[in-house]
Each structure stands twice: as C-alpha cells, then as structure tokens.
Nanobody
Framework: VQLQASGGGLVQAGGSLRLSCATS????????MAWFRQAPGKEREFVAR????????SYADSVKGRFAISRDDAKNTVSLQMNSLKPEDTALYYC???????????????????WGQGTLVTVSS
C-alpha cells in the first residue's frame, strides 16, 4: 500500500484547507486510515481516523468540530477538511493506513503500518 498526501499550504487564521491522501497498491486490504500531524519540536499526534468499511470516525479533542475526515471509495482517497484553522494547527500532516484488526488504540502511531510523506500546513495569525 502506498499513500500520497497533498493539499497543504499557507492560510490565515480562520481559513480552511482540504488535505487529500491518495492510496494505491492493495487498497482493498485497508481497514482504517488516519491523519496525524507533527509540529516542530513536538511528537507526532493523532488528528482523525476513519474505518473504510463502516465509515466510523473519531477525532482529537483539539480539532473536534473544526475538522472532518471523509473517504471517497471511487477515487481511493481519504480527505481531511480543516475549517476555522488556528496558528496552533501549523504542522506537517501525515496520512496513515493499516490493514489489520488490532486492539491498539487508533490514536497510536504504532497502530499503522503504512505512512505517506507529510504535507505542510502553515496557519498565520
């Protein structure tokens, strides 16, 4: 499975961006996809996830109500709509995927076997 993230950029506080993660390879094996982010000097943190079969979602408290994760099965992509952006949302955003059923929480980086390259989101104040 290969992942390709895109859509990052520079936006003013209060603005919106939409990130996309295109998948290729054995996409039918993917069970869950997620977005993580990593700000300079900080650890990578969970943002949102979606299961590809039932479409269930969950979000980090810091983005709940502002971000929305969705999937497009026809295009094999997962998107992250980010609204009401804040300077503290500035980070490198990564998409991740996993093919396995696991008891590990969705919020752990170790839960995911596949990672895309990051796409940079910069929010100016």
């Amino acid at each position: 499975v290969q992942l390709q993230a895109s859509g990052g950029g520079l936006v003013q506080a209060g603005g919106s961006l939409r990130l996309s993660c295109a998948t290729s390879g054995r996409t039918s094996s993917i069970y869950v996809m997620a977005w993580f982010r990593q700000a300079p000097g900080k650890e990578r943190e969970f943002v949102a996830r979606i299961t590809l079969s039932g479409g269930t979602t969950s979000y980090a408290d810091s983005v709940k109500g502002r971000f929305a994760i969705s999937r497009d099965d026809a295009k094999n992509t997962v998107s992250l709509q980010m609204n009401s952006l804040k300077p503290e949302d500035t980070a490198l955003y990564y998409c991740a995927a996993d093919s396995n059923l696991s008891i590990k929480p969705y919020s752990l980086t170790s839960r995911y076997s596949y990672w895309g390259q990051g796409t940079l989101v910069t929010v100016s104040s």
